[in-house]
């Protein structure tokens, strides 16, 4: 069995010379081995002897920073347009920027920035310099334009903008049982302006005061225009019809190739006429040309070769050709009377005016429907009315004659041969639609000025 154990007198002898260290290595050493431990106890010596792995977390994203501000506002009660970019904190020098690009570039009578009101809404767009980029402007109520401004190579430009509308083509059918405006309020439209459009169209050959009669019939194509679903208003009247017992009128819409709009009869002739049916907008007929009528002041019977048109008192009269002013001032019995000459031998006379249009005299040019004066009681007169002469030259002479019996000769141009096929095409296609009164159209347009 093997002994471990040695007595320490079986060990061997140690010589006698003995090893001895300096004294100041007995100083450094301990001294050398405590660095050591501290150092290799410190933060950074375990760092760098264990490195640490961490994963790196990738970030979370964020939306990018919008390059412009877009602004969209109204101007408030009693705010002025400075008033309202000041608001929204858009710089003087960019207010009076975009003010002087509308004035250059605007005409005063659509858009004066000095002049906004209330609802009015306008739509801005700023880039991070507070520098004006864009501008559009809507006036309150308006639909159909715009007014914008941008800015291209360092400057503001502004213009006024269409509004892309929606078009529709609807047919309307009626028979008159008392008048016209109430059969256009029983078809669902809107009386007051059709009854205007269908007068303005044949203002030449129908007279809807008098000439109206119940068993008469009308149709109409015409125009609806709508944004976003909704109905803003009524476009052009592009054919109309109307039937009486003693005959019947067309009217068609032609454009020809030079840009001139006119109404024209189903054979082309143009609807335009030298005279108007009547010189004011009246409400009745209150004496009519007549060789013997019981004179109301007079208490006898005198001719009466003229027209007397009952209307409110101030209502404005007009010129119902192109002429020139032979007389204006007082005429005994008609009161204040002006007498205009009209080319191919014809003149028209208007007594008992209230007063005269500013800056009419004798030797004054006038167009047609040019306001010459207003309806009054002057002279021999038992209350508001004008009272209309119509004359045509005999020799060297005029005589008075019944208006509605005068032919209405054309002043306006016909279309040429070649217009002409384009017209009967679009003849065609119009009367195509009052076959079908259910059809409605509807195409994309730009809303005319």
């Not at 050591?36 to 990738?58: D, K």
């Not at 082309?268 to 049916?277: C, E, I, N, P, V």
């Not at 005269?356 to 040019?365: A, C, H, V, Y």
């Amino acid at each position: 069995m093997l002994d471990f154990k040695r007595d320490r007198s079986d060990r061997p002898a140690r010589s006698g010379r003995r090893f001895r260290l300096p004294a100041f290595a007995i100083v450094i050493f301990p001294a050398a081995v405590l660095a050591w431990f501290v150092a290799a106890r410190s933060p950074e010596r375990q760092t760098a002897q264990r490195p640490e792995v961490v994963q790196e977390v990738p970030p979370v994203p964020t939306a990018p920073e919008p390059r412009y501000l877009e602004i969209d506002g109204r101007i408030r009660h009693k705010e002025t347009f400075w008033d309202a970019l000041n608001r929204e904190d858009v710089a003087r020098s960019q207010i009076h920027e975009l003010v002087n690009a509308f004035k250059k570039g605007i005409r005063r009578a659509e858009f004066n920035p000095g002049i906004v009101q209330r609802g009015d809404r306008y739509t801005l767009s700023i880039d991070s310099l507070g520098t004006v980029q864009s501008f559009e402007f809507i006036k309150r109520g308006a639909f159909e334009s715009r007014f914008v401004a941008t800015r291209a190579n360092g400057r503001l430009t502004a213009r006024k903008e269409q509004i892309p509308l929606e078009r529709r083509i609807h047919v309307v059918t009626g028979d008159i049982h008392s008048s016209l405006w109430n059969a256009l309020s029983e078809s669902g439209e809107d009386a007051r302006v059709l009854t205007g459009k269908l007068t303005r169209i044949f203002e030449y050959d129908i007279d809807f005061m008098v000439d109206c009669r119940a068993g008469d019939r009308f149709a109409l194509a015409l125009e609806k225009l709508h944004k976003d679903g909704r109905f803003l208003r009524y476009g052009d009247i592009l054919s109309a019809e109307y039937q009486s017992a003693r005959e019947n009128h067309q009217a068609f819409l032609f454009e020809t190739g030079d840009g001139h709009r006119a109404y024209y009869d189903s054979n082309g002739k143009s609807l335009r006429g030298l005279f108007l049916k009547s010189p004011l907008n009246y409400r009745r007929i209150s004496s009519g040309y007549s060789n013997r009528r019981f004179h109301p002041i007079l208490k006898k019977y005198l001719p009466h070769h003229g027209i007397d048109y009952a209307a409110a008192y101030g209502t404005r009269v007009w010129a119902t050709a192109p002429g020139v002013v032979v007389f204006r001032g007082w005429k005994g019995a008609l009161g204040n009377y002006v007498e205009i000459r009209h080319p191919n031998g014809y003149k028209t006379g208007y007594g008992h005016l209230s007063k005269f249009s500013r800056g009419l005299k004798k030797g004054t040019r006038v167009k047609q429907k040019q306001t010459i004066g207003f309806v009054g009681s002057t002279g021999r007169s038992t209350g508001p009315h004008l009272h209309y002469n119509f004359f045509v030259r005999n020799g060297k002479r005029y005589r008075l004659v019944n208006p509605a019996r005068i032919a209405n000769r054309s002043g306006a141009r016909q279309l040429s041969p070649d217009q002409l096929v384009g017209f009967r095409q679009q003849r065609d296609r119009l009367l195509a639609l009052f076959d079908d009164p259910a059809t409605t159209l509807a195409t994309n347009l730009q809303a005319p000025p």
